[in-house]
T-cell receptor, first 110, second 115 residues
Framework: RKEVEQDPGPFNVPEGATVAFNCTYSNSASQSFFWYRQDCRKEPKLLMSVYSSGNEDGRFTAQLNRASQYISLLIRDSKLSDSATYLCVPSTGTASKLTFGTGTRLQVTL | DGGITQSPKYLFRKEGQNVTLSCEQNLNHDAMYWYRQDPGQGLRLIYYSQIVNDFQKGDIAEGYSVSREKKESFPLTVTSAQKNPTAFYLC??????????????FGPGTRLTVT
């Protein structure tokens, strides 16, 4: 089983839609979780950190289910500028141990 | 402006040559990291450093070397021993390497092509 599993997509959604991505992780010792977004041929940029059951920041909501070992990212009212690849990143105790998923690609269209 | 800089953005080398990628940060972060990203794959950790004059191998260190003589700088050398050096190389830093809650921030990356 991969350490981090994400549906690669692409998820094609119209502007204004709500879209959700799931991510499963295999290491039950994972303590913190991050969502990064990565635009084509650019560096990953931190979108959201999740330390407890979830986090909300504007149109973005992350929810963590430790029992089932999955984390989700919900994007409401999608914008064209949300088009990117979203990386799920669990952390396992030290900042040196981030495990990057391969990402889910989102394409928002008019 | 605080941030992480990597240079150059694009780098072309002939097979058999060593090449050094630069990474500088002015965020006063203790920890620095090097990753490579290949198409369709997640980021893989090459080396990391939690403090000046100390560094550890990551998951794919073979064929690479690093140094950490200054807090601000963490250069990566891709040696001729690296079998598949063509990749997108990303440098990152974080405030405190002992806290899992501290996020990593990335530089813009260097795209290395070896022919």
């Amino acid at each position: 089983r991969k350490e981090v599993e994400q549906d690669p997509g692409p998820f094609n959604v119209p502007e204004g839609a709500t879209v959700a991505f799931n991510c499963t992780y295999s290491n039950s010792a994972s303590q913190s979780f991050f969502w990064y977004r990565q635009d084509c041929r650019k560096e990953p940029k931190l979108l959201m950190s999740v330390y407890s059951s979830g986090n909300e920041d504007g149109r973005f909501t992350a929810q963590l289910n430790r029992a089932s070992q999955y984390i989700s990212l919900l994007i409401r009212d999608s914008k064209l500028s949300d088009s990117a690849t979203y990386l799920c990143v669990p952390s396992t105790g030290t900042a040196s141990k981030l495990t990057f998923g391969t990402g889910t690609r989102l394409q928002v269209t008019l | 402006d605080g941030g992480i800089t990597q240079s150059p953005k694009y780098l072309f080398r002939k097979e058999g040559q060593n090449v050094t990628l630069s990474c500088e940060q002015n965020l006063n972060h203790d920890a620095m990291y090097w990753y490579r990203q290949d198409p369709g794959q997640g980021l893989r950790l090459i080396y990391y450093s939690q403090i000046v004059n100390d560094f550890q191998k990551g998951d794919i260190a073979e064929g690479y070397s690093v140094s950490r003589e200054k807090k601000e700088s963490f250069p990566l050398t891709v040696t001729s021993a690296q079998k598949n050096p063509t990749a997108f190389y990303l440098c990152a830093s974080s405030i405190d390497p002992t806290e899992s809650s501290y996020e990593q921030y990335f530089g813009p990356g260097t795209r290395l092509t070896v022919t």
